[in-house]
């Protein structure tokens, strides 16, 4: 149980990051507090979802559950971010939006997935996915007068996207303001590495996490995790990876070529569409970057799930 509980009503819901912003709780450093979140699509997007509907989404950033005072917190201080848990509610969406993700150009169409969530797992198309709930969007203000999107990440947290900090994870933020000013949003079931087509599996539910402010000096998000770090869906399964290497003259141009290459491997030896394969690349399929010198760069894209 939480000390404290938000639930996802509208005065408890904003969407960009602003200091001048009043919280609505204020906590003691070490209370746990349970965010009710939306989902990336604001909570617009019904179950079985068509592509029309993810066009008629219309929200003007994440919604964040938020933002919550920390009695004493002043800037220069650390907030430790403990992750406690993340719950699902047996429903996510992946979809696809022109001129956004990783290869625009050749996904110019809307495309949505409606997924239908165990407790750990995930089904797309006949494929199981393993869930790794964890959340997207999660951060303090930034001291410089806002408002400020929730699109790209800060210092000071925000829309870090980083898989790892699932249940049992620490993540160490940078005090800029007094109090801190802490929301979260943005829950995801499960995500490769990139989140390659814009989203992962975007789910509503609840984030629980301690809140304490820390001996530690830090100037940006530090992390403390145990993974997991095997290809996602690896992990105590007998499970063959299958991978394919991208190689260009950055990082972004050998990612882009590693994640074309999944997407031929996936619909040359299944059913999956094009698009169908593009989501799955964004849910499921890890990005590592194998070699930086030697005058190219080389992206290895990892599947771990069974197809």
């Known amino acids: 149980m939480a000390d404290y509980e938000l639930s996802r009503e509208a005065e408890h819901l904003h969407y960009d990051f602003d200091r001048e912003r009043d919280s609505v709780l204020t906590v003691e450093s070490?209370?746990?507090?349970?965010?009710?979140?939306?989902d990336a699509g604001d909570g617009q997007l019904p179950p079985d979802a068509a592509p029309e509907d993810v066009q008629a989404v219309d929200a003007p950033g994440h919604p964040m559950t938020g933002p919550v005072e920390i009695a004493g917190a002043q800037p220069g201080d650390t907030l430790a971010v403990e992750i406690l848990d993340v719950a699902h509610e047996g429903v996510g969406w992946t979809y696809v939006a022109p001129d956004a993700g990783l290869l625009p150009e050749a996904f110019p169409d809307f495309a949505v997935h409606t997924w239908d969530l165990d407790e750990a797992v995930g089904y797309f198309h006949g494929i199981e996915v393993p869930l790794h709930p964890f959340p997207g969007n999660l951060g303090v203000v930034p001291v410089e007068p806002g408002p400020?999107?929730?699109?790209?990440?800060r210092s000071v947290?925000?829309?870090?996207?980083?898989?790892?900090?699932?249940?049992?994870?620490?993540l160490y933020l940078p005090v800029e303001v007094a109090g801190g000013l802490f929301s979260v949003g943005d829950?995801?079931?499960?995500?490769?590495?990139?989140?390659?087509?814009?989203t992962a599996i975007e789910i509503p539910g609840t984030a629980t996490v301690r809140l304490r402010l820390a001996e530690r000096d830090v100037s940006g998000p530090e992390i403390e995790t145990s993974g997991p770090f095997a290809p996602a869906g690896h992990t105590d399964r007998e499970t063959d990876v299958r991978a394919v290497a991208g190689l260009g003259a950055d990082v972004n141009e050998a990612t882009r070529e590693a994640v074309r290459e999944m997407i031929s491997l996936l619909t040359s030896e299944t059913d999956l569409t094009r698009e169908q394969a593009y989501m799955l690349c964004s849910t499921a399929v890890d990005l590592k970057v194998s070699e930086v010198v030697n005058q190219t760069v080389v992206v290895t894209a990892y599947l771990g799930v069974s197809v």
């Open 157 to 170: 947290g925000g829309n870090l996207d980083i898989k790892h900090l699932t249940a049992g994870s620490t």
């Open 30 to 38: 070490g209370d746990t507090v349970a965010f009710e979140c939306l």
């Open 148 to 153: 400020h999107s929730t699109i790209p990440p």
């Open 187 to 198: 829950l995801h079931a499960a995500q490769g590495d990139g989140e390659v087509c814009i």
